[in-house]
C-alpha cells in the first residue's frame, strides 16, 4: 500500500475504526494488557505500510538504514575522542563522590548504632560529609559543562555534515520530490536530530555512567541487597528492548505522515484560487482530514507504546525499594547485613531511580533521533545524476543529439530533439504551453541528464563537467527565483564570490546592475549595496527580485545563457527595455531564449518551434513567416 492509498482511505479508517484488524504477531506493542491495548485502537497496520513505503525510494526521497545513521554518529565520535574522555572522567569522578556519601552514612548509623562512637567522631564524619558534597558539586559542574561543550560540538558538525548532504542532492530529484517531505526533514527532523546530539547524547553518558558505579557500590555494599535490584535492572532492560526495536517503524512513521501534511498543505495553500475557482473546497478538505487522520494513528501507536512502558518503569522504580526494606530485615534478623548496609542500600536505590529513570527517557529521545537521522541521511541515498570526468571543453560549441526526456517512466517529453548552436548565437525557442520548451532549456543547461542522447559543449558532455565548471559554461534563469538574506552585493556575487577581491566585486555588482537596468533602485535603497535583502528583511517586487537573478548571472560570466521566461515577472514595456539594454552584454554568447513574448523571437539569429516536444521549425523570423507554417500563425496571432 502506498501512501497516497494510506492518505486517500483514512478518512475512510476514521469512520470504521472497528473494522481494522491488525496481525497477530503485531498487534500488541508490549506483551499483555490487551485491553489496555484495545483502548489505543492501534493502527499498526497502518504504521507498517508507512514504514515499508517509507523504505522506497519511488515514494519520495529515500530513509537510510540504521546501520548508516551509527556509523555517521560513530565518526562524529571518531574525531572527539579526547573531549569524549574528558567527559567520561568528570562524570565518573562526579558519580563516584555522590556514591561516597551514602556508604559514609551506613557506616556512621552502625558506629551509632553500636554504642561506642565519641561525638568527636560522628562531628569529624559529618564534615566529611560535607566536604564530599562540595567536591561532587564541583566536578558535577565540569561534568555538565564538559558534557555541553561536546553536545554543541558535536550538534555543529552534525548539522554541518546535513547541509552539505542536502547541497549535493541533484536538481532534478529535489523538483521531483515532495517539497512536505524535504522541507520536514531540513526542519523537523534537523530539530529532532539536534536535540539527540545535543542533550540526549551526553545525558546517556551521564546516566550510564551514574547507573554502572551505583550498581558496582551496591554490590560492595552487599550483593544479597543488590539482588532485588538486578532482577529490576534485568525486567527494564528487557522491556526496553521491545519497546525500542518496535518504536523506530513508528517514529519513521510520524515524520513521514507530518511530510504528508505537509505537501498536501501547501499544496491547498499555493493552490487556494485555483481551488476556489473550481469549488474544490471539500475535496480538499477531505484530503487533508485524511492526512491528519493517518497522522493521528501514527502518534497515537507511539504514545501508547510509551504509555505501556510506563507502566513497567513505575514498578520496576518502586518495588526495589521494598523489597531491600523486606530482605534487609530478614538479613539482619539473620545476621547477614547490618543496619548501616541496608541503609546504604536504600539509598543507593533511591539514587538510581533518577538515572534510570532519564536513562529511559533519553533511550526514548535518541530512537527519535535515530529515525530522524536515518531520514536526514537517507538524502544522501538518492544517486547522484551525474559522473564527472576529467574532460574538459575544447571551445564553446553547445550540441544536443537525439534528445529525449521523460518525467514519468514509458512517457517521453522530448523525442528525439537534435540542436547545434552555433558560439554567439541567440535562438528563440517558442511553442504552446506544455510542448517541452523548458524541458529542453533544461538539458541545454545541463539541470537534468536525457534519457537518451546526449548534450555536448567543446565536444565533452555536460553531465560530466563538475558543477563549478558547468555553471561557468551554461547558465539557466528561469521565471522562478530566490533572494537570500544577506546584502544586496551577497546576492548578486553568489557564483565568484571566492574568485573576486571586495574592489572587484563592487565593480562588477555595479556593472551587473547597470546592465539589468537596476542601478537606480538599488542606489535607493537604505544602505545600497549593503542594504540586507531577504525573509525578515528588505522586501523586494518580483521584478526587483528577478533583476538580482540575472544581475548574478551577469557576474556569473557564463558563454551560454538559457533563459527560461527570465522577464515574465516584469511588465512588457520595462522588459522589452531590459532586454534592449541586455543585448550589448549579450552579444558574442551563445543566448537561448524560451518565451511566450514573439518579440524575443523577432530579435533572434534563429528560431525553434517546438511542437509536442519536437522542432516542428527551426529558422530565421522571416525564413518562418515566409513558410506559413506555426510560427507564421503565432506571430499573426500575437500581433493581432
Known amino acids: 500500500m502506498s501512501t497516497d492509498q494510506l492518505a486517500t482511505s483514512a478518512s475512510t479508517w476514521s469512520d470504521a475504526p472497528n ?13 499483555g494488557l490487551p485491553a489496555l ?37 560513530g565518526s562524529l565520535l571518531s574525531t572527539r575522542r579526547w573531549l569524549l574522555a574528558a567527559v567520561i572522567a568528570f562524570n565518573v569522578l562526579a558519580a563516584t563522590a555522590g556514591l561516597i556519601v551514602p556508604r559514609m552514612l551506613g557506616d556512621l548509623v552502625d558506629q551509632v548504632a553500636a554504642g561506642n562512637t565519641p561525638l568527636a567522631a560522628v562531628d569529624a564524619i559529618i564534615l566529611g560529609v560535607a566536604g564530599v558534597v562540595v567536591l561532587q558539586s564541583l566536578l558535577t559542574f565540569a561534568a555538565r559543562r564538559a558534557s555541553a561543550v561536546f553536545g554543541y560540538d558535536m550538534l555543529a558538525a552534525a548539522r554541518e555534515a546535513i547541509v552539505r548532504t542536502v547541497l549535493r542532492l541533484p536538481l532534478g530529484r529535489v523538483e521531483s520530490a515532495s517539497s512536505g517531505d524535504l522541507l520536514t526533514r531540513i526542519t523537523s527532523d534537523v530539530s529532532k536530530m539536534s536535540e539527540s546530539v545535543r542533550w540526549a547524547f551526553p545525558q546517556l553518558v551521564m546516566s550510564l555512567v551514574i547507573v554502572v558505579l551505583t550498581l558496582v557500590a551496591m554490590v560492595l555494599n552487599s550483593w544479597f541487597l543488590a539482588l532485588p535490584l538486578a532482577i529490576s535492572i534485568t525486567v527494564l532492560v528487557t522491556v526496553t528492548r521491545v519497546y525500542l526495536r518496535r518504536a523506530m517503524p513508528g517514529y519513521i512513521t510520524e515524520s513521514g505522515t507530518y511530510s504528508r501534511i505537509n505537501s498536501s498543505m501547501t499544496e491547498t495553500v499555493e493552490g487556494a484560487r485555483t481551488i476556489e475557482a473550481l469549488g474544490l473546497q471539500d475535496r480538499r478538505i477531505d484530503i487533508g482530514e485524511g492526512d491528519i487522520d493517518v497522522s493521528n494513528q501514527a502518534e497515537r501507536y507511539t504514545m501508547t507504546l510509551r504509555n505501556l512502558l510506563f507502566i513497567f518503569l513505575d514498578a520496576s522504580f518502586q518495588l526495589p525499594l521494598v523489597a531491600v526494606v523486606v530482605l534487609g530485615t530478614w538479613g539482619y534478623a539473620n545476621g547477614w547485613v547490618t543496619i548501616g ?36 541521511l537517507g538524502i544522501a541515498d538518492v544517486p547522484q545524476d551525474r559522473v564527472p570526468g576529467e574532460a574538459r571543453p575544447a571551445d564553446q560549441h553547445l550540441v544536443g543529439h537525439d534528445l529525449r526526456f521523460a518525467y514519468r517512466e514509458g512517457r517521453d517529453v522530448l523525442h528525439g530533439v537534435d540542436l547545434d548552436l552555433q558560439p554567439g ?78 574592489e572587484q566585486g563592487d565593480a562588477a555588482v555595479l556593472a551587473a546592475l547597470r546592465a539589468v537596468d537596476a542601478i537606480d533602485w538599488v542606489q535607493k535603497l537604505p544602505h545600497g549595496l549593503d542594504t540586507v535583502l531577504g525573509h525578515g528583511r528588505t522586501q523586494l517586487t518580483p521584478a526587483q527580485a528577478q533583476q538580482v537573478a540575472l544581475a548574478r548571472l551577469v557576474v556569473a560570466d557564463p558563454h551560454t545563457l538559457v533563459l527560461d521566461e527570465a522577464t515574465s515577472l516584469i511588465d512588457p514595456r520595462t522588459a522589452r527595455h531590459l532586454e534592449g539594454s541586455m543585448a550589448a552584454l549579450l552579444a558574442g554568447r551563445t543566448v537561448v531564449a524560451i518565451a511566450h513574448r514573439l518579440h524575443t523571437a523577432h530579435d533572434a539569429d534563429r528560431i525553434a518551434v517546438v511542437i509536442d516536444g519536437r522542432i516542428a521549425e527551426l529558422g530565421s523570423h522571416q525564413e518562418l513567416l515566409d513558410a506559413g507554417g506555426e510560427y507564421a500563425r503565432l506571430w499573426h496571432t500575437w500581433r493581432s
Do not use: C, W
Not at 359 to 367: E, G, N, P, T
Open 37 to 73: 491495548a484495545h483502548r489505543f485502537r492501534l493502527r499498526q497496520d497502518i504504521a507498517e505500510a508507512f514504514f515499508a513505503a517509507s523504505r522506497n525510494p519511488e515514494q519520495g526521497l529515500p530513509v537510510a538504514h540504521n546501520s548508516k545513521a551509527f556509523a555517521f554518529v
Open 341 to 376: 548496609q541496608i541503609t546504604t542500600a536504600a539509598i543507593y536505590v533511591q539514587l538510581l531511580v533518577d538515572p534510570l529513570d532519564r536513562l529511559i527517557q533519553v533511550a526514548d529521545r535518541l530512537q527519535i533521533g535515530l529515525a530522524a537521522t536515518t531520514r536526514l
Open 19 to 31: 473494522r481494522v484488524e491488525l496481525p497477530p504477531d503485531l498487534a500488541y506493542p508490549l506483551p
Open 425 to 502: 548565437e541567440r535562438l528563440a525557442v517558442v511553442g504552446p504551453s506544455g510542448s517541452g520548451k523548458s524541458t529542453l532549456g533544461r538539458l541545454l543547461a545541463g539541470i537534468n541528464g536525457p534519457r537518451t542522447g546526449e548534450v555536448e559543449v567543446g565536444g565533452v558532455q555536460l553531465m560530466t563537467l563538475p558543477l563549478e565548471l558547468l555553471r561557468t559554461e551554461v547558465a539557466l534563469v528561469t521565471q522562478e527565483h530566490h533572494v537570500f538574506v544577506g546584502t544586496v552585493r551577497d546576492n548578486i556575487v553568489l557564483a565568484r564570490d571566492q574568485q573576486l577581491t571586495p
